[in-house]
């Protein structure tokens, strides 16, 4: 039960990346242009990217 409930948060956070990503392609120049926007802090959104080894890339503006 364990096993598939951690599946799902892992679908989540890469559902996430994928989404902010296009956002960050699509609308945004800058990884805080689109926290502010989203009214969310950069730290969190980091942080819990970082959890499936997501790291925001400055250079393209993406995670990765």
Known sequence: RLDAVLAAMLRCSRGMAAY???QLRD????????CAAMQT???DLRE???LIDYEYDEKTNQFV
Do not use: C, G, H, Q
Not at 27 to 34: V, W
């Open 20 to 22: 902010v990503n296009t």
């Open 27 to 34: 609308f945004y120049p800058s990884l805080a242009e689109f």
């Open 41 to 43: 802090e950069e730290s």
């Open 48 to 50: 819990k990217l970082a």
